[in-house]
């Protein structure tokens, strides 16, 4: 089967596409021939090695979400499953393949209406959105600030915190007209990257969701509300200040908080319910599912490059 391999550490360059033999699924998983192949924010870090500390070497499939058709299953596994389309979690890699395995109770099975492109889109982000704003406490009347809202957890948080009833739901973003494809989706203020930039918008959230961290994480701290929760549920600008928590020490009277949340503490059964609420919002016309580009496999390099660059809105999507 083709599959993309982080050949050298670093630039998109290092990916290279190249045969492997189809996976065999062990005990407990299904072997499924891709349709659809989640590009992530999570890959674009194992790409340019800044996960080797953790056991990621040369040679690694990236890629952790996909979509197609079971073909095969291991010991243990319902053979119903052989011929059903599913959104998957593969894992930590070895989605950016012709045929991924998956472990069984990471399936969730696609309505008939539902694209592959759109599953990959909606189901990982959906969950961390879903599961972030539960973990930030966010009620309905709420004001909430999506910290990083262009890309696919930023866009799920934004319609989820508009659905559910938020008073306000303030996005940060690098331009007018992202911010007005945005106010779209169910935002109310659009700020930029600093925070700044309208006038009417809250002058402090209860809860802020942040898709970001990096080095200017502290500076949001002040934007929160006595009470108020900052939830950081990605790290795509790189780990906050070793000093960080002395911000929320100064405001000590605020009664502020930070947490981090990862949806790999949430049991699987509770995210492929959430996963398939979403699915079946998504055709219904509640959900919108945002991509930006739909890409072959064998320009995962390309898929990268707009990663890094960030000029990505919503999704990418690889196809095999």
Request: aromatic share 6%; net charge neutral; charged share 15%.
């Amino acid at each position: 089967m083709k599959a993309v391999v982080i050949r050298t550490f670093g630039e998109p360059a290092g990916l290279e596409i190249v045969d492997l033999p189809d996976p065999v699924p062990g005990a407990g998983r299904v072997m499924i021939a891709t349709e659809a192949i989640g590009v992530g924010g999570v890959d674009t870090l194992l790409r340019s090695g800044a996960l080797a500390a953790y056991g990621f070497t040369e040679g690694h499939v990236p890629g952790g979400e996909v979509a197609g058709t079971v073909t095969a299953v291991g010991d243990g596994v319902d053979v119903s499953w052989i011929g059903r389309r599913v959104w998957a979690f593969t894992g930590v890699g070895g989605g950016y393949a012709e045929r991924a395995a998956a472990p069984v109770e990471e399936l969730v099975p696609l309505p008939g209406e539902l694209t592959a492109a759109d599953a990959v889109t909606l189901g990982g982000s959906g969950a961390v959105a879903h599961f972030g704003l539960a973990h930030a406490r966010f009620a309905p009347g709420e004001s909430v600030l999506v910290r990083g809202a262009s890309g696919g957890i930023g866009i799920m948080t934004v319609q989820l915190a508009a659905r559910a009833g938020a008073a306000a739901v303030a996005v940060t973003t690098s331009s007018p007209g992202r911010g007005a494809r945005l106010r779209a989706l169910g935002a109310t203020h659009v700020l930029d990257r600093s925070g700044e930039g309208d006038g009417t918008a809250p002058g402090a959230y209860d809860v802020i969701i942040d898709v970001v961290a990096g080095p200017d994480l502290p500076s949001f701290f002040p934007r929160l509300a006595p009470n108020g929760r900052l939830v950081a549920v990605g790290a795509r600008g790189g780990q906050p200040p070793a000093d960080f928590g002395t911000h929320l020490m100064a405001a000590f009277q605020k009664s502020m908080s930070f947490a981090t949340f990862s949806s790999a503490t949430v049991p699987s059964p509770a995210r492929g319910a959430v996963r398939a609420a979403h699915f079946a919002a998504a055709v219904q016309g509640g959900l919108r599912s945002v991509i930006h580009a739909v890409l072959p496999l064998d320009r995962a390099r390309e898929a990268h490059r707009l990663l890094d660059s960030g000029e990505v809105f919503g999704r990418l999507v690889l196809i095999p």
